[in-house]
């Protein structure tokens, strides 16, 4: 707004200034047979879907399977980025749903739990609202829902991030 505001009174000021110096304001004639400016290539709906295909026909998803492996049948998986919470490994099947009076998570996770598992680390043992500077011994608060941050493996193929032609 202020900059259209500042351009505008530079014009009327230059006007001013060509009017008091007797110059004509030039007039720009446009040539009626000159080719109009040709219109922006369309992007194809399919090239925008992250579906291969039209916006208008969404595919079924292909099918997956989550992974059944029994825990410590398997490594630890490594990490998508740095420091992202680690994957799940192993089936969830015998561990869900986690509730606040049941967590199957926490009988091979907690410490002293005696299982070949990761143990929680001090981080999910501290409650950072109440007592921020002392590390329990047990989970603390809304770390208790584990499914929050930690995903369970599958078979489905990575999504489909883009078609677009790169520049």
């Known amino acids: 707004?202020?900059?259209?505001?500042?351009?505008?009174?530079?014009?009327?000021?230059?006007?001013?200034?060509?009017?008091?110096?007797?110059?004509?304001?030039?007039?720009?004639?446009?040539?009626?047979?000159?080719?109009?400016?040709?219109?922006?290539?369309?992007?194809?709906?399919?090239?925008?879907?992250?579906?291969?295909?039209?916006?208008?026909?969404?595919?079924?998803?292909?099918?997956?399977?989550?992974?059944?492996?029994?825990?410590?049948?398997?490594?630890?998986?490594?990490?998508?980025?740095?420091?992202?919470?680690?994957?799940?490994?192993h089936t969830l099947a015998d561990f869900v749903p986690l509730t606040l009076k049941a967590n199957g998570c926490l009988d091979c996770h907690a410490l002293g739990a005696g299982a070949d598992a990761p143990e929680l680390p001090p981080s999910h043992r501290t409650d950072i609202r109440n007592r921020p500077g002392e590390i329990g011994t047990t989970v603390a608060g809304a770390r208790f829902l584990c499914l929050a941050c930690h995903v369970p493996t599958s078979d489905a193929p990575a999504p489909r991030t883009s078609r677009l032609p790169k520049p």
């Open 1 to 89: 707004m202020k900059r259209a505001l500042v351009l505008s009174v530079v014009a009327g000021v230059l006007a001013l200034a060509g009017a008091l110096a007797g110059d004509e304001p030039k007039q720009e004639t446009r040539d009626p047979q000159a080719a109009a400016p040709k219109p922006a290539k369309a992007i194809s709906d399919s090239d925008l879907s992250l579906y291969p295909g039209s916006l208008d026909a969404v595919p079924d998803p292909a099918g997956f399977s989550w992974n059944d492996d029994d825990p410590g049948d398997n490594e630890l998986l490594s990490r998508p980025f740095a420091l992202s919470p680690p994957r799940i490994p």
